[in-house]
C-alpha cells in the first residue's frame, strides 16, 4: 500500500476567506482524487488531479471554487475557495496505481469547518 | 444514479457475533472494493474483489461479488469492540477510474 499524508489535518476557518489542502504520496501513483465527505454522508469525488494540466471535475464542482494543481506524480493539492458553512466537510484525496495495482487508497482526511 | 446502495444502513450487535453488510450497484463494473472508515477519519482499505471473483478472504473478512445479482457482501467472522466503524463499497465510475461509493453501514459491535 502507499502512505499518504494530508496537511492540515483540520483547520476551522472564517466564512469569505481559503484553505488550500496537500497531499503527498510516498511513491509515484497513476492517479490522484478528491473527494469531499459531508457530515454523516458518503464520499463525494469532486475532480481528477491530472499532472501537467487541468483538473477534470465532476457534475456539480468547479474550478473557480476548487482549484487543483498537481505538478508531479506524488503530490497534489485542492484548495477550497471562498469558504461558506456549507463546504463544512472532510475532504480526502486518494490514489491508484501504487505499484500499478489497481487498489484505491485514501488520505486521513481534512477536516474542515467553516463559520 | 450510479451511486449503490448499502444495507443495512445501521448494525448493532455483540463481540463474538458475525456481521454481514452487503452493497448493491447498478453498472457492470471490473473490481469493488469496501474500506472501514473509523470516526471521521480517512478510508481504509479492506479488500478488492474483481469481478472474476466470487469470494476472497482476508483474516476475518469475507467478500462475496455476484455480478449475475450487480451485488457484493462483507461478513466479518467473531467481531471485536474495535470493528466499531463505518463500512463503504465503492465501485468504479463509468470512466473505470474513480470510485463511487454507497452510503455506507455503520457497525457498532458492543462488549
Known amino acids: 500500500s502507499a502512505v499518504i499524508s494530508q496537511k492540515p489535518s483540520r483547520d476551522i476557518c472564517q466564512r469569505g476567506t481559503s484553505l488550500t489542502i496537500q497531499c503527498q504520496v510516498d511513491?509515484?501513483?497513476?492517479?490522484m482524487f478528491w473527494y469531499r465527505q459531508q457530515p454523516g454522508q458518503s464520499l463525494t469525488l469532486i475532480a481528477t488531479?491530472?499532472?501537467?494540466?487541468?483538473?477534470?471535475?465532476e457534475s456539480g464542482f468547479v474550478i473557480d471554487k476548487f482549484p487543483i494543481s498537481r505538478p508531479n506524480l506524488t503530490f497534489s493539492t485542492l484548495t477550497v475557495s471562498n469558504m461558506s458553512p456549507e463546504d463544512s466537510s472532510i475532504y480526502l484525496c486518494?490514489?491508484?496505481?501504487?505499484?500499478?495495482?489497481?487498489?484505491?487508497?485514501f488520505g486521513p482526511g481534512t477536516r474542515l469547518t467553516v463559520t | 444514479s450510479q451511486q449503490g446502495e448499502e444495507d443495512p444502513q445501521a448494525l448493532s450487535i455483540q463481540e463474538g457475533e458475525n456481521a454481514t453488510m452487503n452493497c448493491s450497484y447498478k453498472t457492470s463494473i471490473n473490481n469493488l472494493q469496501w474500506y472501514r472508515q473509523n470516526s471521521g477519519r480517512g478510508l481504509v482499505h479492506l479488500i478488492l474483489i474483481r469481478s472474476n471473483e466470487r469470494e476472497k478472504h482476508s483474516g476475518r473478512l469475507r467478500v462475496t461479488l455476484d455480478t449475475s445479482k450487480k451485488s457484493s457482501s462483507l461478513l466479518i467472522t467473531a467481531s471485536r469492540a474495535a470493528d466499531t466503524a463505518s463500512y463503504f463499497c465503492?465501485?468504479?465510475?463509468?470512466?473505470?477510474?474513480?470510485?463511487?461509493f454507497g452510503k455506507g453501514t455503520t457497525l457498532s459491535v458492543s462488549s
Open positions: 486518494s490514489v491508484v496505481g501504487v505499484g500499478g495495482l489497481d487498489e484505491q487508497y
Open positions: 465503492g465501485f468504479p465510475d463509468q470512466a473505470g477510474t474513480a470510485l463511487i
Open positions: 488531479a491530472n499532472q501537467g494540466s487541468e483538473a477534470t471535475y
Open positions: 511513491s509515484q501513483v497513476t492517479m
